[in-house]
């Protein structure tokens, strides 16, 4: 039942955890387990090799997966990513190919895919298609164009100063990992300290009162959108750069593991709460988990069993720890 | 809606009724007129029964969905689901359980899988697009594990044949789709259950209030939407002849696409039975019609997504001529 | 768990305790003996002794917070009781859900609306009693539609009932809720503000209802903020506080300024009317605004003056308010702020110093997932900047002066704003336009469903509003409400403006003529 | 002349069907015929495949060009397609029992056996390999790991360290291959089922530090030969797409205009390494199609 008229006798509770930080002390518990048994298990688990491979495909989810949790605490859904990405990642190849500029290729990436987000944006604000069938919508069209696009070839072969933001080192730490850290940062930064960011919990937990409260709703969306798209951008820059090639068939295989990240990560699907942070963890378990079947010799047949076991059990926890606050 | 339809039928005038109908069936109509054009072949007997198929299998797993979404939930784990109902009929009947063993195992799993979503949705309050999203993995990954991603074949073709039967010219599976319709029509509209699943995605308290066990009906609605998806896979495997541990992954999201399509809406508790089989007619027909006028398989694919956002621009269109009129 | 379960010999256990204050004579037809509720960190109830008679209406009073709800919830078996008994017509009952209060014929107009928006009329009425038109498990519509018009009828009213809830207004949906409590012929009818949503007329015929009821020997539960009705209907007034009951009386034993005392726990001066001000240069002035609904509106308000927007529920008063601050889009006309044109966008209104207090604070005001902090500086979080950005520390302040400013009773602006009780919340939402720094306040029943100490604290802000130079704009169906707070008012009626009433013509009489159709 | 024909390949993703496709066109061209693609929209969509199949049979095309997604699920459709009238050729992948004009393709086991060998003596008879599979069920894939595994038991001294399925992609080679490289400290080489996931595998290798790892591969795609030219792969079994296109095209035109074919085409594949690559390095559009008798022989 939700709560009805609600409390007044102010009475102080104990000092008590927010739930957000519970969810993050469990995931990092979650994670903490996982390693200390497979370090015991596994002698290759702990080795810098390993768990560098393990953040730098941790890295690329995330990325995928940060614009995602922005539009997904907003209270919207954005199903178009995984295409998009796919979209930005013929096109800005070729543009590379054309141009042999790989500046070509990043503004070429980060346009498209704010594009493709404004486009979302105005479909939900203006035209008021509900998110999912607006990204869903566009999934199928960027997609499409991506295939009439690159009619069947593959754009590889780049430069080693483009490469490098895929397979490149530095300091020893793979680039895509710098990627992530700079860019969840910034998003961290952007949801705790700007305007903005506080808006968007705002409009998450009421859009109708985020509305009277003088926050321009439809805007912010679009621009969250275009955030969406700009990272799905990025993403797909990483992954060309990491492939050597792009094909019209990358992005898509990437979303539903996008969305279990955010959500393995503690961000609620209602709006309102969630963070970056949180979707950095999602990321890391679920690339941990498959990283740790294959250690322990577990056939791939079970890797999609396990994610979604490990999928119920984070909602699931997450409901033990605030048992009674939520809807 | 139904209801309302008729009642406007009767008592309203022209322009209220037209009002009613949602904009997938101006773009269904607009799509049979330009198909027809293109190749009237496409109006053709065979044409015909080849879109009952197609939409059959679609519409078992979207009718049992719009239920879901007008509770504000939604289900994702119906196409691994039916994959994975698929697999367990097809290993038993090769394991030489016979027909009716290898069904009931899977209405099993159907069980199973529907009361795990319904529970913790209905129950304890989680998430649907989450939970379903984990179970989606769970049902996809069993089958995996269950086939070694092998798929199966070999069992009887007694399904093959049921499949491709037809009474008085009607293919059998779309009788089978327009009684599982009949079914759930007369369920929602004419029910105590119909009722409550309205009032749940509407205001599951007051139901509660009402006295009804709102949870139960809530998992209930689940549960008859995973039973439904364990019965269709009999019609999967009729079609394919064996089965695949995710053929079907995938078709979750065309089915929502069909349940919006045709006007029910996430929330409120607000939508219609009978739009989503527009819905899903609009999704097969499209499909069907481009590749009777053999459209280029990438201008298809963008077609598809046309057809996902302009079907609701009509609706918005429509709902702002009549405002600004009123 | 009701600790309230017969006993093994299924007659009723030896009484623990009596109620205190009532010396009625008559078997009571319901007694609520001790009852008790927590919330985690809430103690809701604590030993609510009740008795409920036949052909009686009984009031409950109390501040926003009290357990009026609370009590109500227990007694139709949304909530269980931690502790207490329940006895109907002398027998111990328990009452483990909302079933077993059907049972003995409890019904129940809820606070909260429970309509659900896309059943139609009919199928709200009888949500949960379908039964009684199935054959076979197949419902018979005919038959329900001709006895939901019948139970309209009773009340006067000819509903379409084929109608989805979602398409009736406010007060029809509140007439609804009516019709399906008094659809259940209970012999206990329960209900928790009823008329907080609809006109002086429908509560007129709401009245009448209950006072044939009240011959029918229906027993009457009856949950108001407004105090001239529980003098009007009341025969018995049960006071309660702090989620026990302090006081309860017949009703020609008591004066209202009793009641109120022993509801705040002290005695309040009787409401006097606000004294009038100055009035300053005009801040907003809407010229011929005309909207999808909304016609020839025109008005005026000056810095320092209260001023009320009248009329009936569904006379648009609401939308004169979202037109003027952006939220609904316009036809024609000017709107003016100090003179000059501003975009009307509901972002920019805020940023030019309009504030609009939604007449539903929790679908329109509050984020009910959020703390109290980050509600209350909502409108404002493009001012709280340090060195460019946001600054938690500064939100922090704003919100701590809020707190104190508007004595809003939280521990503090980390506290979850659900948890605050209705009088808490709406000051929450004042409190987030005080911190935008607002000029033109447009206030939308400001006082629903507020208790009468919250209430004269948000008159004393108003008051203190309009004192530091701010112009106010106040609807309330609550015409004295209105006549105590305005300097004048424009009466509405069928989306336009129909009169204007000085400060010296406003009075219910001269309100109701021009907003009522002749 | 002037026959329209229906040609199907399973998805828009994979060059090597983008080959097949411009085989088809060249040829259908230089013998006055009109080409309509059916690709699913979905990629190796198998109902998506079915239902394509089944709406051809509405246009009555005078010839279908078809590969099974999955040849368990299709041959029912296929044989009502053929039973009503029209004529089927079956090409690329083979698709089980049924009266077809002709199957033209290439021998899967026989490639996935060579280029195993191929590798094998390269490593000089002993070391580890790793096997990446190709999508379960298929034709191709099912073949070509019977070829590998066929070749393995002639080699005692080669050691599987394990067989993981890549779905013949390349962001799926990419990672299972890290996902094994953290495994096995010593990989000397990698058999894969596609061009796609061997480039996605030798990627992960060389991010790693390991590009000495010798990949091996089937198809024959530019991008592939390219990296046998380079040194990224050892070698490639030719499995050509091209050759497969023009050559069912101009059977199937012929058997329909009435000429006598060839019921079985098995077209030899080369394995492509460094020494021979030139040939696979030009671009689809830019090749010619080989003349059918060359592989039919008469
Ligand atoms: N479900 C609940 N969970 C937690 N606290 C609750 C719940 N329901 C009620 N309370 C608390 O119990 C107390 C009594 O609330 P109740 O709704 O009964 O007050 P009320 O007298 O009806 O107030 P109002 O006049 O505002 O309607 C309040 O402090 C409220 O916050
Ligand atoms: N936020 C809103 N969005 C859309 N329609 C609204 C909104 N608020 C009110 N309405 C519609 O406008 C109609 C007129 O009601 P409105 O609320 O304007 O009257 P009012 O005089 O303000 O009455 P009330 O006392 O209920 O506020 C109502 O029937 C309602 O359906
Ligand atoms: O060679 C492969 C082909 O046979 C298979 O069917 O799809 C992928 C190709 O790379
Ligand atoms: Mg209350
Ligand atoms: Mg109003």
């Known amino acids: ?327 | 809606m139904t209801d309302q339809i008729v009642h406007a039928a009767l008592t309203a005038p022209a322009a209220a009724l037209l009002r009613r109908i949602p904009g997938v069936t101006f773009i269904l109509v607009g799509m049979i007129v330009v198909f027809a054009i293109g190749n009237p072949r496409f109006l053709s007997a065979v044409n015909f029964t080849n879109i009952g198929l197609q939409s059959s299998l679609l519409l078992m797993l979207a009718l049992p969905m719009t239920l879901i979404i007008l509770t504000a939930g939604l289900d994702l784990s119906v196409g691994a689901l039916l994959g994975l109902c698929g697999v367990v009929i097809a290993e038993l009947l090769v394991a030489g359980w016979g027909l009716p063993a290898s069904v009931a195992a899977a209405m099993l799993v159907g069980l199973v899988a529907g009361a795990v979503n319904g529970v913790l949705v209905g129950y304890l309050g989680l998430p649907a697009f989450v939970v379903t999203l984990g179970t989606m993995g769970l049902c996809e990954g069993l089958s995996l594990v269950i086939t070694n991603g092998d798929p199966i074949g070999g069992f009887t073709p007694a399904l093959e044949n049921f499949y491709r039967s037809t009474v008085f010219a009607v293919p059998t599976p779309v009788l089978v789709a327009a009684l599982v319709y009949g079914l759930l029509s007369l369920l929602l509209y004419r029910t105590r259950f119909g009722n409550y699943v309205f009032a749940i995605g509407g205001n599951k308290d007051a139901l509660h209030l009402a006295g009804i066990n709102a949870n139960l009906v809530h998992t209930g609605v689940y549960l008859l939407c995973s039973l439904t998806v364990a019965l269709s896979a009999l019609l999967l495997l009729g079609r394919t002849n064996s089965a695949h541990p995710s053929v079907a992954v995938g078709m979750e999201f065309e089915a929502i696409a069909a349940v919006v399509l045709g006007g029910t809406s996430f929330e409120k508790g607000q939508g219609w039975l009978f739009g989503t089989v527009l819905g899903v007619l609009a999704i097969s027909v499209l499909r069907n019609g481009l590749n009777v006028l053999s459209v280029e398989p990438s201008l298809q694919v963008v077609c598809v997504g046309l057809l996902l956002i302009t079907a609701l621009l009509i609706d918005r269109n429509r709902k702002q001529a009549s405002q600004n009129g009123a | 768990m009701l600790a309230n379960r017969e006993s093994p010999d299924g007659g009723p256990e030896t009484m623990a305790v009596r109620p205190g204050r009532d010396q009625g004579t008559a078997e009571p037809l319901l007694r609520l003996i001790d009852i008790s509720k927590s919330f985690p960190g809430v103690h809701a109830l604590r030993g609510v002794s009740l008795e409920i008679h036949a052909g009686e209406v009984h009031v409950i009073l109390g501040q926003n917070g009290a357990g009026k709800s609370s009590l109500i919830k227990v007694l139709c078996g949304a909530y269980l009781a931690d502790d207490g008994v329940i006895e109907h017509k002398g027998r111990r009952i328990a009452i483990q859900g909302p079933a077993d209060a059907n049972g003995i014929g409890v019904g129940v107009i809820f606070q909260e609306f429970s309509l659900a928006p896309y059943l139609d009329i009919a199928q709200n009425i009888f949500l949960g009693r379908e039964r009684a038109f199935a054959k076979a498990g197949i419902i018979d519509k005919a038959a329900m539609h001709a006895a939901a018009r019948d139970v309209l009828a009773q009340l006067g009213l000819n509903y379409d009932t084929w109608t989805f809830a979602a398409d009736l207004g406010v007060a029809q949906q509140q007439m609804v809720e009516i019709a399906k409590a008094l659809s259940q012929n209970s012999s206990i009818l329960v209900m928790d503000e009823p008329t907080a949503a609809i006109s002086e007329r429908e509560s007129e015929r709401l009245f009448e209802v209950i006072a044939r009821l009240k011959q029918r020997g229906v027993a009457i539960v009856y949950i108001s903020h407004r105090m001239r009705e529980v003098v009007a209907l009341g025969d018995r007034i049960t006071v309660m506080r702090d989620g026990a009951v302090v006081a309860s009386y017949r009703r020609d034993e008591v004066s209202p300024d009793e009641m109120v005392g022993a509801m705040i726990g002290r005695s309040l001066a009787g409401l006097k009317r606000r004294e009038a001000l100055a009035a300053g240069a005009p801040v907003l002035t809407v010229t011929n605004l005309q909207t999808a609904k909304l016609t020839d509106i025109s008005l005026e308000i000056r810095a320092g003056e209260v001023v009320g927007l009248a009329g009936l529920v569904g006379s648009g008063r609401t939308e004169v308010v979202r037109a003027i601050f952006g939220a609904d889009p316009l036809r024609t006309g000017v709107i003016r702020l100090d003179g000059a044109d501003f975009a009307q966008r509901p972002d920019r209104s805020t940023r030019a110093g309009l504030a609009l207090l939604p007449e539903d604070r929790k679908r329109e005001g509050l984020a009910l997932p959020l703390a109290v902090g980050e509600n209350a500086t909502a409108a404002a979080l493009w001012r709280l900047f340090r060195r460019g950005w946001f600054a938690p520390s500064v939100a922090e302040k704003v919100c701590r002066n809020l707190i104190t400013r508007l004595n809003i009773a939280t521990p503090g602006p980390a506290q979850f704003v659900r948890n605050l009780s209705g009088g808490n919340q709406q000051k929450v939402v004042l409190g987030k336009w005080l911190a935008a720094g607002s000029r033109l306040f447009m206030l939308d029943e400001p006082t629903r469903g507020v208790d009468i100490g919250a209430k004269t604290e948000i008159y004393r802000l108003i008051d203190d509003l309009a004192k530091d130079g701010a112009a106010v704009l106040v609807i309330s169906s609550e015409l004295p409400e209105l006549i105590h707070l305005c300097d004048r008012a424009y009466v509405m009626r069928d989306y336009r403006i129909v009169g204007h009433l000085g400060r010296n013509e406003l009075s219910e009489k001269a309100i109701l003529d021009l907003a009522v159709h002749q | 002349a002037g026959e329209v024909i229906a040609a199907f390949t399973k998805n828009q993703v994979d060059p090597h069907f983008e080959g097949v496709r411009a085989g088809v066109e060249q040829m259908a061209k230089k013998m006055n015929a009109t080409i309509r693609q059916y690709v699913p929209t979905k990629p190796n969509n198998i109902t998506e495949g079915m239902s394509q199949l089944e709406d051809v049979g509405v246009t009555r095309p005078n010839l279908v060009l078809f590969m099974p997604i999955d040849p368990k699920a299709q041959l029912p459709t296929i044989k009502r397609l053929i039973e009503s009238g029209t004529p089927v050729l079956n090409y690329n992948d083979k698709a089980g029992d049924a009266p077809y004009l002709a199957f033209v393709g290439q021998d899967d086991y026989k490639l996935g056996y060579d280029i195993a060998k191929m590798l094998f003596d390269h490593l000089g008879g002993k070391g580890n390999v790793v096997i990446l599979e190709g999508i379960k069920g298929s034709n191709t894939g099912d073949e070509r790991k019977r070829g590998f595994d066929a070749a393995l038991k002639e080699y005692p001294n080669i050691k599987l360290l394990a067989s993981q399925p890549a779905n013949f992609q390349r962001l799926l080679g990419l990672q299972v291959m890290e996902n094994l490289i953290q495994q096995h400290s010593e990989i000397n080489g990698v058999i894969a089922a596609a061009d796609a996931s061997a480039l996605g595998a030798a990627e992960a290798l060389k991010a790693a530090g390991r590009g000495n790892v010798a990949v091996v591969s089937i198809n024959g795609v530019p991008e592939a030969v390219e990296a046998v030219k380079n040194g990224g792969l050892l070698a490639i079994a030719e499995f050509n797409g091209f050759k497969i296109g023009c050559v069912a095209t101009e059977i199937g035109l012929k058997a329909i205009r009435g000429e006598a074919m060839p019921k079985r085409v098995v077209i030899p594949g080369a394995i492509i390494t460094k020494a021979n690559h030139s040939e696979w390095l030009v671009p689809f559009q830019q090749r010619t199609c080989p003349a059918a008798a060359d592989y039919a022989g008469h």
């Open chain 1, 1 to 327: 039942m939700t709560t009805m008229d609600s409390p007044a006798p102010v009475i102080r509770r104990p000092q008590q955890l927010a739930p957000g930080t519970v969810a993050v002390v469990v995931r990092l518990g979650l994670i903490a387990c996982i390693a200390v048994l497979l370090s015991s298990l596994s002698p290759t688990f702990a080795t810098t090799d390993n768990l560098l491979n393990i953040l730098r495909q941790a890295s690329l989810l995330f990325l995928v997966a940060s614009g995602l949790t922005l539009v997904i605490i907003a209270g919207g859904l954005d199903l178009s990513i995984g295409a998009n990405l796919t979209l930005c990642a013929c096109l800005s190849a070729a543009a590379i190919k054309a141009t042999s500029q790989p500046t070509a290729g990043i503004a070429v990436a980060l346009g498209c895919g704010v594009l493709v987000g404004l486009t979302n944006g105005v479909l939900i604000n203006r035209v008021k298609i509900p998110p999912f069938l607006a990204t869903f919508g566009m999934l199928w069209v960027a997609q499409g164009i991506a295939y009439w696009f690159m009619a069947g070839q593959v754009v590889y072969g780049f430069s080693p100063a483009f490469r490098f933001f895929g397979s490149g080192f530095w300091l020893g730490v793979p680039v895509p990992i710098w990627v992530m850290l700079v860019t969840g940062a910034c998003g961290v930064i952007f949801l705790s300290r700007t305007t903005i960011g506080r808006e968007v919990y705002l409009m998450g937990a009421n859009e109708a009162a985020a509305v009277l409260s003088g926050i321009p709703v439809a805007r912010r969306r679009t621009l969250l959108y275009m955030v969406s798209g700009l990272m799905a951008g990025l993403a797909a820059l990483i992954y060309v750069a990491r492939l050597n090639a792009a094909e019209p068939g990358i992005g898509e295989p990437l979303l539903l593991p996008a969305i279990a990240a955010v959500l393995v990560g503690g961000t609620s699907l209602f709006g309102g709460s969630g963070g970056l942070f949180r979707t950095l963890l999602g990321a890391t378990i679920l690339t941990l988990i498959v990283n740790a079947l294959n250690l322990l010799n577990v056939s791939a047949t079970w890797h999609p069993f396990v994610t979604g076991a490990i999928v119920v059990l984070a909602v699931l926890a997450d409901a033990a720890v605030n048992r009674g606050a939520r809807r």
